[in-house]
Structure formats: structure tokens, C-alpha cells
């Protein structure tokens, strides 16, 4: 079993940064593929980025060189650095993690454990 709890949501204004935070409970939070995922009011979960249990970053389209996404497993920590924010970065980020495979997973529906999720709001 893992626990995600996410941190470091708020309110900023455009162009402005963030850094969110999940911290894993569990010894074995560095075999997991961690993943951020954005949920915009009405709509679904979008894939933001995600990060092997290898360190490699993945990223969506949308993260366009603004986010970067890392993981400190002496911590069992994973990050999102949101920079350059806009108005339709608004919404819930969720952290996700599954076990790690060998194909990084861009649906929610193939993770196992997921965060709370941090509120962001990007004011224009």
C-alpha cells in the first residue's frame, strides 16, 4: 500500500510559479512511475508529467518546457514545478503512482494509488 499526500497548491497570478509536493508512505516508494495529473472544472484528468522509478521525465504537450517534474526517493517525495503559469493551468493536480513497468502510463485509469490533490488557481 502506498499513501500519496500532495501539497503546495495556492493561488497566483499568470506567469507566476508553483512547486507541488507528494509524499509517499512506504518503503518501496522508489519502485513506482509517479505521474501528475490536471483536472480543469468540468472536465477530466489530464496528463501533466510523470517520472519513472528510473528518473526519467515524461511530459504532455501542455507542460511545453514550463513544468519539470523530479522525485527524491531518500525522501519519498515526487515533485511538480509549474513555472510560466496561465489562467487554464486552473484546477486540481493530482499525484498518482503505480508500480513501475516498462511503458510510462499517460491515463489515469492505469494508476493504483492516488494523492488527495492540490488546488491551483491561476489568476489572469
Known amino acids: 500500500q502506498v499513501q500519496l499526500i500532495e501539497s503546495g497548491g495556492g493561488t497566483v497570478q499568470a506567469g507566476g510559479s508553483l512547486r507541488l509536493s507528494c509524499a509517499a508512505s512506504?518503503?518501496?516508494?522508489?519502485?513506482?512511475?509517479v505521474a501528475w495529473f490536471h483536472q480543469a472544472p468540468g472536465k477530466g484528468r489530464d496528463f501533466v508529467a510523470a517520472?519513472?522509478?528510473?528518473?526519467?521525465?515524461w511530459y504532455a504537450d501542455s507542460a511545453g518546457g514550463r513544468f519539470t517534474v523530479a522525485r527524491d526517493n531518500a525522501k519519498n517525495t515526487a515533485y511538480l514545478q509549474m513555472n510560466g503559469l496561465r489562467p487554464e493551468d486552473t484546477g486540481v493536480y493530482y499525484c498518482?503512482?503505480?508500480?513501475?513497468?516498462?511503458?510510462?502510463?499517460?491515463?489515469?485509469?492505469?494508476?493504483?494509488?492516488w494523492g488527495q490533490g492540490a488546488q491551483v488557481t491561476v489568476s489572469s
Open positions: 498518482a503512482a503505480v508500480e513501475s513497468s516498462t511503458v510510462i502510463f499517460r491515463h489515469d485509469h492505469d494508476y493504483t494509488y
Open positions: 512506504g518503503r518501496t516508494f522508489s519502485t513506482y512511475d
Open positions: 517520472i519513472s522509478s528510473s528518473d526519467s521525465p
